[in-house]
């Protein structure tokens, strides 16, 4: 009977009464998912197993890219290519944001193929949920696409 009852009040709060810990981020809203064509996990790439550490989302070159959740810029810039196999290929974005299951301060959304970064996302700076980050481009990849990740715990390169 408690679960009818609770079920029952989440479904007559407004969408401006619930509380949403992120929001797709392309299209911005919390129910509707973005167009996905490679997924996270396992994959072949060039004839050879690879993992996918994030999802791609496809989308036209200057398309907006929205911050999923409110957080922090942990890093933004463009492609890290002094070392190989280490930074990232791309023009590329990292909020720092508060893992909504258990509160701690430590998920990190990563944001990569970017064709730009907005005015204002720079280290350090607080990002709102909804706010547009950058755009989709096609930077170190075959298509223009954005790669999402999310990583707990710390943004390092896997």
């Given at each position: 009977?408690?679960?009818?009852?609770?079920?029952?009040?989440?479904k007559?709060?407004?969408?401006?009464?619930?509380?949403?810990?992120?929001?797709?981020?392309?299209?911005?809203?919390?129910?509707?998912?973005?167009?996905?064509?490679?997924?996270?996990?396992?994959?072949?790439?060039?004839?050879?197993?690879?993992?996918?550490?994030?999802?791609?989302?496809?989308?036209?070159?200057?398309?907006?890219?929205?911050?999923?959740?409110?957080?922090?810029?942990?890093?933004a810039g463009?492609?890290?290519?002094?070392e190989?196999?280490?930074?990232?290929?791309?023009?590329?974005?990292?909020?720092?944001?508060?893992?909504?299951?258990?509160?701690?301060?430590?998920?990190?959304?990563?944001?990569?193929?970017?064709?730009?970064?907005?005015?204002?996302?720079?280290?350090?700076?607080?990002?709102?949920?909804?706010?547009?980050?950058?755009?989709?481009?096609?930077?170190?990849?075959?298509?223009?696409?954005?790669?999402?990740?999310?990583?707990?715990?710390?943004?390092?390169?896997?």
């Open positions: 009977m408690k679960h009818k009852t609770r079920d029952a009040r989440q007559s709060l407004s969408r401006a009464q619930r509380v949403v810990p992120f929001i797709w981020p392309l299209n911005k809203s919390p129910d509707t998912p973005d167009e996905m064509n490679t997924s996270y996990g396992p994959r072949i790439d060039a004839d050879r197993w690879d993992f996918h550490d994030g999802i791609d989302l496809p989308a036209s070159v200057g398309t907006p890219v929205h911050a999923m959740a409110d957080g922090i810029v942990h890093r463009p492609a890290d290519k002094t190989p196999g280490q930074g990232f290929g791309s023009t590329h974005i990292i909020l720092k944001v508060v893992d909504p299951i258990d509160g701690k301060d430590d998920l990190f959304l990563v944001y990569l193929h970017l064709d730009s970064i907005a005015e204002g996302v720079i280290l350090g700076a607080h990002v709102h949920q909804g706010d547009v980050i950058g755009t989709v481009g096609q930077e170190d990849a075959q298509y223009p696409h954005l790669h999402f990740e999310f990583r707990k715990g710390g943004p390092e390169i896997r």
